[in-house]
């Protein structure tokens, strides 16, 4: 739309407003951010005497020292510490396996078509959309059964049978835009199912995986629906710890240890997002949501 | 004739077949076998453990008349409505806006789009503190110099659900404003010029060309917002706990408090039914019109 003649007086106007509205939309973006930042700064007085908008008047990390390792969440007062290692734990093996499988699904079903093979897929795909309290109960009770109820290697097999339908449908929409003719002549030459994935499919694939890595890793660190209903007292994930500690209600309320503690949860997510975000809005708009 | 066939070509034609089966049994055991379960389940008479006892439409008729379930789907409604809405407006225009050879593009959009990587408890927890009126936005402006200002959305049952509705605006707004921009940058560029040529304003280019081609794009961040909105259950929890009372309750919430803590498994069981049956109402007409469009294609 810029051409290289001279703008006009109303274009320069015109993009004077542009650049303020996005501007302005920035700060509404980043405002709850920037106040809980600065408020976890300050001491509880300073708080409910002065304004959330002020900056501290002596910043100290107080708040985030007592919200990473003495705050109470609920029964114990260790702060969320711990809890942050049990995601840690559970995030780990949940978003490597179902990325594992979801790369495995998606190669048969672009690449190795066979009867039933896109049934399979359409059945699959409906498991993006249930809402999860239609499973829930069952989940439970096959886990008491499993004798997995209330552990982390439950929460993990939990993650990975529902984040499957995503993470087969991010590699086979990616896949399926791949050359055929590259897996076609791999296979006149007697190239095997798996010689052909490793070799040829794999190395294409980093785009994709860097897609699907970040997209089961906010969905299993920001999870708390599994995490309230299947993980166990030793095994609370960061965001079930979160939530009791905001709502732990003996004494004060303690505002600035409630703030820290949510920036400590948020932070893994964030920082994965603000350095790799760019590779998954790439991967995004390069297939991942391209039709089905 | 697979009789001479040595194994190992038995073998690897079955590879493909052998490497999905396990993702198979998982997809039909702990999606579609777990949704019958749940479904014979919500005919039960069970309370804390399950009793296959049947007492036919028992626990729907209970859940029909139930105040609380009332609250829970009218606020759905609402929330889900509102959210969906305006994050649509929202994610379009700032798509616009974007997609104007913006300097600091990137920039820009990292920060429009971080609230999706955090997580509903987390924005709830600060946004219940930015509602909070004792401390939140109202003292802030009547701290200003306005002191009969009045913003207690949260502690208002009428007006509860709003909250919800503005903070999951803006943890889901710039997730759909990336969907559209990525739709934009997928313009045919010529047809845009052509027009150009042909005189046309660019506002109807935007409303005649570029916004009627975004209609699958438009689709998507429907679906994929329906679900955010039916799933939503962290927010409430964080954010209001669904208070005053349950005047905030969704569906979700009500499930979990009956199924796993008040101890009415066959009720939970039947809201949960209930969930589905509405996200089906919304899925079933666009797989259906994706399927005509494959069709026509």
Redo the contacts between chains.
Sequence with gaps: ??THQKRSLSQIVMRLG??S??AF??L???A??F??LINSLKDVEE??TG???ALPQNPSFAAWSKAWGSACTGSTCEGIAPFFLNSFKIVIPAVIISTL?GA??GY??AM?R?KG?EL?FA??L????????????????TLGWLGLASSASGLILVHV??G??FT?LFFRNYYVGLPRELISAAKIDGA???LIFWRIVLPLSPPIIVVTVIWQF?QV?????FG??FSGADNLPV?VA??NL??TSFGGKE?NV??AA??L??LP??L???FA??YF?RG??AGA?K?? | MATKRPLSDILADAMPKLVLAPSFLIVMVCIYGYILWTFALSFTKSRMLPQWKFVGVEQYTKLFNNDRWAVASENLIVFGGLFILICLAIGIFMAILLDQKIRQEGFLRTIYLYPMAISFIVTGTAWKWLLNPSIGLQKIVRDWGFPDFTFDWLVNSEMVVFCLVIAAVWQSSGFVMALFLAGLRGVDQEIIKAAQLDGAAMSTIYRRIILPSLKPVFFSAFVILSHIAIKSFDLVTALTGGGPGYSSDLPANFMYAHAFTRSQMGLGAASGIVMLGGVLAILIPYLYSELRQKKAR
């Design positions: 739309m810029i542009l650049y509205i996005l939309m920035a509404i973006y980043l709850p951010l106040v809980m708080i409910r304004s959330l908008l499988l495995l699904n048969v079903i190795w066979f093979s399979f059945l699959l409906f498991g993006c959309f249930i809402p999860f309290q239609v499973v829930l109960l069952p989940m439970a009770m049978i529902y499957l339908a087969t095997g199912f798996f906010t660190w920001n999870d708390f629906l309230v209903v965001t979160l939530n905001v709502n505002y409630d703030m949510a920036l949860a948020a997510t964030i994965v997002y603000v975000g760019k809005v995004l708009s949501v039709g089905a």
